[in-house]
């Protein structure tokens, strides 16, 4: 049987113990850490490189638990022309992810036990990171009738978080009898929430500049609607309940009020709500196309002030390919989203760690721990330590460079950021023990597949 070579990361610092709010990298003291057969085995100072062991040296490095994305739109099957399993979560891999969750929005849609175990047969090939399927809601994401869920949690892929996202639930009896549902194996439904009579035709927030530019606004009241009515049916049944990429003010008091009641809520903000404003607009580039879409300086405000208050539980990448045709064409004829994986961190540290809203513990909550939580995922580490699964990443937080397309893992270039100066470089990702990154650079396909093979084998099984 093959195994994969040992690593020996030296003198990282691990997000875990910087505790202060703002950017002091070096309040922690260096260690090192060993990995074998796809776990950490020890962790210490001053250990010494073992034959055949693959020194890192990890001097100015940050070391965080492996970022698990809870929103990820992968679009294989059906939409590969956009991305695929495999160049997404090389992508996912190059931003410091360990893990994904796939939306269900493909083509056959995820909401059978065959598709979302292919789709995750896909990852586990691959080995750029875990794939973990999220299950449709209802049927053909079209709103009717629930679709498979309890086929899709008892398969292989034991999908634990189900939504049509792109879509609302918006019946509330499909809501309430879907929340009834995961609640009997402790799944969870994740709602974009978004009234779909209140936003029909939307082309951008609704507001001055909507009126202005003559396009069709969304209005705030829409998401938070659905948000309100949701808690209430998450209360009612005592089920868990979590919001895809919230983005106005009145979202984060409607889910301030619901978690001061009790309601098992938890909360997303994507990077780009946190830092891009509809003010873009105006450029009618559409790159700034999403959906949600971006909202006001004071919506950006307040969903960092709720990152640091704890109202957000997560940021959530939304990553959203789309190819050149749709997004470089009229505003109104433009798709929806935005690429998000490699950004996602250097955003984090530009919007919440360098403006001292929070510590890269919390950090490490917000993009690694609480997604991982959430979406029930087995065996994430928990800490650094020997004993955890080796899913790691290294970060190097000094300096900045230009967000270019030679960043851009994936298949699709639709990212609001290029040509920005960005803080932050992925150096390392460790995944079960094997480099998915080293350097800054992607390890190859070939190589990545079969420590992912290996890995497999040491551990009888990936999961
Ligand atoms: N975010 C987007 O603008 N688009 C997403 C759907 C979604 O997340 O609602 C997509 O699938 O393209
Ligand atoms: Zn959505
Ligand atoms: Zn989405």
């Given at each position: ?31 090192d ?33 492996g ?20 160049t997404?979560?090389?992508?996912a891999?190059?931003?410091g992810?360990?893990s ?23 990852g ?12 449709a ?17 008892q398969?292989?892929?034991?999908v ?6 792109g ?24 709602q974009?929430?978004?009234?779909p ?9 609704e507001?001055?500049?909507?009126s ?9 009241v ?21 919001i ?59 969903l960092?002030?709720a ?13 959203a ?31 919440l760690?360098?403006e001292g ?7 490490e ?49 639709n ?9 932050g ?29 290996a890995a ?8």
């Amino acid at each position: 049987m093959t195994t994969n070579p040992g690593i020996l990361i030296r003198g990282a610092r691990l997000a875990a113990t910087l505790t202060e709010r703002g950017s002091d990298t070096l309040a922690a003291e260096p260690v090192d850490l060993r990995i074998a057969d796809g776990r950490i085995v020890e962790r210490g100072t001053g250990l010494e490189a073992r034959a055949d062991e693959r020194v890192i040296d990890a001097a100015g490095l940050i070391a965080l638990t492996g970022l698990v994305d809870l929103h990820t739109h992968l679009r294989e099957p059906g939409f590969e022309q956009s991305e695929t399993v495999l160049t997404g979560t090389r992508a996912a891999a190059a931003g410091g992810f360990t893990s994904v969750f796939a939306m269900a929005n493909t083509l056959p849609v995820q909401d059978t036990a065959g598709v979302v175990e292919q789709v995750q047969a896909l990852g586990d090939a691959g080995g750029y990171a875990t794939v973990r399927p999220i299950g449709a809601v209802t049927e053909d994401l079209a709103g009717e009738k629930l679709s498979e869920i309890g086929a899709m949690a008892q398969s292989r892929a034991q999908v634990r978080v189900f939504s049509d996202d792109g879509k609302c639930v918006h019946d509330p009896l499909l809501m309430r009898r879907a929340l009834e549902y995961v609640k009997t194996f402790g799944g969870v439904i994740a709602q974009h929430a978004q009234d779909p009579r209140l936003t029909e035709g939307a082309q951008m927030n609704e507001g001055t500049l909507s009126s202005e530019l003559g396009l069709k606004g969304w209005p705030a009241v829409a998401e938070e609607s659905i948000i309100a009515r949701d808690v209430l049916l998450a209360e009612h049944t005592g089920s868990r309940l979590h919001i895809c990429h919230l983005s106005t003010a009145g979202s984060v008091e409607v889910v301030r009020w619901a978690k001061a009641r009790g309601v098992q809520v938890t909360a997303e903000v994507t990077p780009h709500h946190l830092i891009l404003t509809e003010e873009l607009v105006r450029s009618y580039d559409a790159r700034y196309k999403v959906n949600p879409p971006l909202r006001r300086e004071e919506d950006v405000q307040a969903l960092r002030r709720a990152v640091a208050e704890g109202v957000i539980d997560i940021i959530a990448t939304d990553h959203a390919p789309h190819p050149i045709e749709a997004k470089e064409c009229e505003w109104d004829a433009a798709a929806f989203g935005m690429v998000g994986l490699e950004s996602a961190l250097p955003i984090a540290l530009l919007t919440l760690i360098a403006e001292g809203h929070i510590s890269w513990a919390e950090l490490e909550q917000l993009l690694s721990q609480r997604p991982a939580q959430i979406g029930g995922l087995s065996d994430h580490p928990s800490v650094l330590d020997a004993g955890q699964v080796a899913d790691l990443v290294l970060v190097d937080p000094a300096g900045s460079s230009t967000f270019d397309l030679a960043r851009l893992q994936g298949l699709s270039e639709n990212s609001p950021y290029l040509g920005m100066e960005l803080p932050g470089r992925i150096v390392h990702t460790v995944r079960r023990g094997y480099l998915t990154v080293a350097d800054g650079e992607l390890i190859d396909a070939a190589q990545v597949a079969a420590a992912a093979h290996a890995a497999g084998a040491v551990q009888g099984g990936v999961r």
